[in-house]
């Protein structure tokens, strides 16, 4: 089973920037789709960003030209780049993992309903 740890979250000011970093734990690291969602409280969940086996890459509409997705195949790890942070993205940011069987990841989507492997999270603050 593969299993995903998050890091990078903090504290910072409206327009700050911070990078969040998913490490997994599979030799067939580039196989998989990531991607990041983010859960605010009392709000649903949903995609930030992903990235696909090809290293394609799709965001959220509330997220493009500010946020950038990002993998390293030999350290098994997505990045999740965040420039010009905003209140409204303070949330808890998940990493997620999808892989085919036999295959390679080659369409990423933001439907969290695709996901069966996620991380435990990581909380982002962002202050006016």
């Known amino acids: 089973q593969v299993e995903l740890v998050e890091s990078g979250g903090g504290s910072v000011q409206s327009g700050g920037t911070l990078r969040l970093s998913c490490v997994a734990s599979?030799?067939?690291?580039?196989?998989?789709?990531m991607v990041w969602f983010r859960q605010a409280p009392g709000k649903e969940r949903e995609g930030v960003a992903g990235i696909d086996s090809f290293s394609s890459e799709i965001y959220a509409d509330s997220v493009k030209g500010r946020f950038t997705i990002s993998r390293d195949i030999a350290k098994k790890t997505a990045y999740l780049q965040m420039n010009n942070l905003k209140p409204e993205d303070t949330a808890m940011y998940y990493c997620?993992?999808?892989?085919?069987?036999?295959?390679?990841?080659?369409?990423?989507?933001?439907?969290?309903?695709?996901?069966?492997?996620w991380g435990q999270g990581t909380q982002v603050t962002v202050s006016s």
């Open positions: 997620a993992a999808r892989g085919v069987a036999g295959s390679v990841c080659g369409r990423v989507r933001l439907d969290q309903t695709e996901y069966n492997v």
């Open positions: 599979t030799n067939t690291y580039s196989r998989y789709c």
